[in-house]
Every structure is written in C-alpha cells, then in structure tokens.
C-alpha cells in the first residue's frame, strides 16, 4: 500500500489538497496532481532553473524541494502571471517583454527564467544590468545568450513603472519630492509629531 500525506498549498491564488507520495517532488505535484505543466523539469538536479516557480513570494527550485515541504505555502507559477493586476486581462510586462525583446527561442527556460523575473523586480522595480544578470544566474538558457532575457527584464520594468504611475502609484523619485503623503505617521512625507513639534516652538523639519 502506497503511504501518502495529504497536503494543502496555494497556487496562483487558488486553495488545493492533494495526497502526495512522501518522496514526490514540488515540481512532479505541480505537473501531475495539479496539471499546470508550465513549470518545467530540465535537469532535476537543480542546475537549469527550468523548475523555477515562487514560493511565499521567493523564487525556488521546485525540482530540489519535496512537496511534503511545501505544504501550507503559497507558490506562483507561470500560468499565474496572467491574472496578476498588472496584466490588465492580458500579458503581462514581462510576457510582454519576452515577445516585444526576443527574450526566448525555444521556450523551455522562459517559465524558469520569468519567475525568476518577476522575483527581482518584485523586490527592486529598477535593477541595474548587473542585477539583472545575478538574479537570473541560476537559470540556463542554450539559445539567445542571454542578452535579450535582459532587455526583457528591463522593458518590462519600463512597462511596469508606467503601470504604477497609471494607476495612481508613486515611483522612487517621487515618493520625495515633498507631495507624497501616505497617511501614515512618520513616514513617506505622513504626518509627523516631530515635524509639529517643530511648526509649534518656530523650528525647521528636516
């Protein structure tokens, strides 16, 4: 008899429990229990990134990580980008740049490396090239030589700024410039009981 554990994760927003062998990789419960195969396998050793999908925001290798270790988390996987709030009901900016930049020939790492992506740029909305480039160190690509998989990352951080100034948000150069007012005390420009200690004895807030 089969033993099996019954977990539950999180996928693209969306709750499931499955039973899962104790030795079955994330990355084979993604693919065969969940039926979402965009995440890919390449080497199951840990070495392409293939595999790559966010886990509680963080990019993983899912085929170096038992889905026993998974359970309660919260993953993202390619089919999700989709329905994220930036894509608008279509693709989003990093789709958007892998096609506008010729970021991908034969697609087998292009999954892998827009987790990847998306991860940095979750974490810093204006990397450089250099950061670009170590973010997406762990992932292999055999066909474009990975220049264009910058530019991709790079369009869709341009893509992703307008996004954000679109919808009302505010970018790093002008969270201080003097109007940004978050409601909160003490920070970004919010009320402060410094600065009215200030205003009252006659004084300048720095």
Do not use: W
Request: net charge negative.
């Amino acid at each position: 008899m089969t033993n099996t554990r019954e977990i539950t994760l999180t996928v693209n927003g969306t709750e499931h429990t499955i039973d899962v062998e104790p030795r079955q990789l994330l990355v084979h419960a993604i693919r065969e229990e969940l039926d979402m195969t965009g995440t890919h396998i390449g080497c199951d050793t840990g070495n392409c990134g293939a595999c790559t999908v966010l886990k509680d925001g963080e990019p993983i290798k899912s085929c170096l990580m038992f889905a026993t270790q998974a359970d309660g988390s919260e993953l993202m996987t390619v089919e999700g980008m989709e329905e994220l709030p930036e894509a608008r009901g279509d693709l989003h900016p990093l789709q958007e740049g892998f096609r506008e930049e010729h970021g991908l020939q034969c697609g087998y790492c292009t999954p892998g490396m827009l987790m990847s992506g998306k991860a940095l740029l979750d974490e810093n909305p204006d990397p450089s090239e250099a950061e670009i480039r170590e973010a997406i160190s762990g992932n292999l690509c055999r066909c474009t030589g990975y220049q264009n998989i910058v530019r991709s990352i790079e369009y869709a951080a341009e893509e992703l700024e307008e996004v954000a100034a679109a919808d009302g948000g505010t970018t790093a150069a002008s969270a201080f410039d003097g109007e940004f007012d978050c409601g909160v005390e003490n920070c970004c420009g919010g009320p402060s009981t410094d600065r009215d200690h200030d205003a009252t004895e006659g004084g300048e807030h720095r």
